[in-house]
T-cell receptor
Framework: GQQVQQSPASLVLQEGENAELQCNFS?????MQWFYQRPGGSLVSLFY???GTKHSGRLTSTTVIKERRSSLHISSSQTTDSGTYLC??????????FGKGTSLTVIP | GPKVLQIPSHQIIDMGQMVTLNCDPV?????FYWYKQILGQQMEFLVN????????KSKLFKDQFSVERPDGSYFTLKIQPTALEDSAVYFC?????????FGAGTRLSVL
């Protein structure tokens, strides 16, 4: 079955608004990674975050293992943040499963 | 950052032909992966590979698929014969210490 559930499926924001993206998983966790997929298809790694909170510029990732969830917070969104955000779960060792992604559109 | 290179970026072939997708992983990485993504859909795991062997494969990794990495050359995904439903973007990835790095993908169009 689906091990990784992402929500919302899509999100439209006005530039400057904040976004909260969720990733819930149904199995145990070895690691969790967040990616940004550009409209052209290439992927950029945002965070490797198996537990706790990490920050990178306007992005914050929080993974709570006991609650089997990870979140990605985008503050002060910009039009260049538009794209698809994917989370990938590593339930075992060196095998990664993706959620269906959140499609983010930031309008000026 | 570390780069995974994929060649070619786009391949168009007729149904039934063989195709080989090439990947040059990050040089010190030991684990290699292929993922398939149909336009607008989910990134689906196909196979992972370590120390010259397939470690795990999904239901999508049909009998017509094979992977190899002969002596440090390209990590390849071969499809023989191809079918219409094989049309997708195929992403190669490599990893070390739980962090995945992706190539830009090869868009395969089967006609």
């Amino acid at each position: 079955g689906q091990q990784v559930q992402q929500s919302p499926a899509s999100l439209v924001l006005q530039e400057g608004e904040n976004a909260e993206l969720q990733c819930n998983f149904s199995t145990s966790l070895n690691s969790m990674q967040w990616f940004y997929q550009r409209p052209g298809g290439s992927l950029v790694s945002l965070f490797y975050n198996p537990s706790g909170t990490k920050h990178s510029g306007r992005l914050t990732s929080t993974t709570v293992i006991k609650e089997r969830r990870s979140s990605l917070h985008i503050s002060s969104s910009q039009t260049t943040d538009s794209g698809t955000y994917l989370c990938a779960l590593e339930p075992g060792y060196q095998n990664f499963y993706f959620g269906k992604g959140t499609s983010l559109t930031v309008i000026p | 950052g570390p780069k995974v290179l994929q060649i070619p970026s786009h391949q168009i072939i007729d149904m039934g032909q063989m195709v080989t997708l090439n990947c040059d992983p990050v040089s010190n990485h030991l684990y290699f992966y292929w993922y398939k993504q149909i336009l607008g859909q989910q990134m689906e795991f196909l196979v992972n590979f370590y120390n010259g062997k397939v470690m795990e494969k999904s239901k999508l990794f049909k009998d017509q698929f094979s992977v190899e990495r002969p002596d440090g050359s390209y990590f390849t995904l071969k499809i023989q014969p191809t079918a219409l439903e094989d049309s997708a973007v195929y992403f190669c990835a490599s990893s070390t210490q739980n962090t995945l790095y992706f190539g830009a993908g090869t868009r395969l169009s089967v006609l």
